[in-house]
């Protein structure tokens, strides 16, 4: 048994969060399990799913600076690093697997493990790499090497890791996030998840669940609102998450004048009971890696529209599973959305198809095996990326 620990800075509940969940309630009957999370305002709602699991996180100095340039990032760090330091000491731990949005909010953990003499040291990405010039390229080189292996969401990410930041491509594995499609055949059925989310029963509804961040492209769907209700008035769309752009998004639905026809249900851990009352998932990303709500829309069964960007087309096979479209392209978005609507047929064969693509390519089964096999090979092969499941 391992004494393995989870570092993560979250301040919502997305796709990392719920993949680093996953990690710890099936493993943890393998190893012992620490969790540490940086103190930021919004990392309640992580903290209460830990809770909910019986884990009680150490909650550690949150990173105080911005995370742009190269001296600012490093000396707001240090109090950060001598704090997870004496912390990741008297953890006694063997294995540290961090998981980052940010790179730069890493580099002072990231330090804190190696002065503690932690033999194993995983680096998971789970958001887009940015491209920094000059010095900042160099001190992401160096953060980089401190890791035992690095880990990408999806191939997309393993490429542009290798162009952005200069790792060598034999360091990264590929291991996709996994759903488990059976969980989906005990959620409730179309009309009471209607009704939990206060519609009517038959009510035409589109949604998207995730954080409602800047590069989740929720403001494109609003975008394409009046365009759907000019041929579709009835249609309602939940946007289900929390996240820093909820109120400049309800702002814009209402200069749209589209706010009627909005749902904003906030964060709910329970997203995944609330998928069939959805005709459609969208994703409208400006960048993504790899989004575990379109897994989850698939493994229910239901189909999806989303920006052809990043990792997306490795998981939505176009035309099969779903629609992809140009992203940024409203127009395009509306279109897509609107020929599904007016297609049930074809909605239940594009779900139906998602559903066993999650099955043969995304299952939790394949992530978690390929994540415990990392953790007894830290520095093994790069055999890794081909563990089934590992991607399209």
């Not at 590069?215 to 769907?221: I, M, P, V």
Request: with cysteine.
């Amino acid at each position: 048994m391992l004494r393995v620990g989870y570092y993560l800075n979250s301040n919502a509940v997305g796709g990392l969060e719920r993949h680093v969940l996953t990690l710890i309630e099936r493993l943890r009957g393998v190893h012992h399990v620490e969790v540490f999370c940086d103190d930021v305002p919004g990392a309640e709602h992580f903290r209460a799913d830990l809770r909910a699991i019986d884990i009680a996180p150490r909650m550690m100095r949150a990173h105080a600076g911005s995370t742009r340039g190269v001296a600012r990032p490093l000396m707001a760090g240090l109090p950060v690093a001598l704090e997870v330091w004496s912390a990741f000491k008297t953890a006694r731990l063997d294995l540290v697997h961090f998981h980052a949005g940010q790179l730069g909010l890493m580099y002072a953990p990231a330090a804190a493990a190696c002065a503690a003499g932690i033999a194993s040291r995983i680096l998971t990405l789970h958001n887009p790499i940015l491209r920094h010039p000059g010095l900042r390229r160099g001190i992401d080189a160096l953060a980089l090497r401190c890791f035992s292996r690095i880990v990408t969401v999806s191939e997309y990410m393993k490429h542009e890791l290798v162009q952005k930041k200069g790792v060598a491509a034999d360091r990264i594995s590929v291991i996709p996030n996994g759903v488990e499609p059976r969980e989906f055949e005990a959620i409730p059925s179309r009309s009471q998840a209607l009704a939990e989310l206060g519609l009517q029963e038959n009510t035409m509804a589109v949604g998207l669940v995730g954080r409602l961040h800047h590069l989740k492209g929720a403001d494109y769907l609003i975008e394409a609102i009046p365009r759907v209700l000019a041929s579709k008035p009835d249609v309602k769309f939940v946007f289900i998450g929390a996240g820093p752009e909820e109120q400049s998004l309800k702002a814009l639905a209402e200069q749209r004048a589209v706010a009627d026809a909005v749902l904003f249900a906030g964060y709910r851990r329970d997203a995944r009971r609330l998928m069939p009352a959805f005709d459609i998932v969208v994703l409208p990303s400006r960048d993504e890696a790899q989004s575990i709500s379109l897994l989850e829309a698939m493994a229910c069964r239901r189909p999806v529209v989303a920006a052809n960007v990043g990792g997306v087309p490795e998981v939505v096979d176009d035309g099969i599973t779903g629609l992809l479209y140009p992203a940024g392209n409203v127009q395009a978005l509306a279109e897509a959305v609107l020929a599904l609507l007016n297609d049930g047929g074809r909605r239940k064969a594009m779900g139906e198809a998602g559903r066993q693509r999650v099955a043969n390519r995304f299952s939790r089964q394949s992530m978690l095996r390929a994540t415990a096999a990392l953790y007894e090979h830290p520095a093994g092969p790069a055999s890794l990326e081909t563990a089934p499941g590992a991607g399209a």
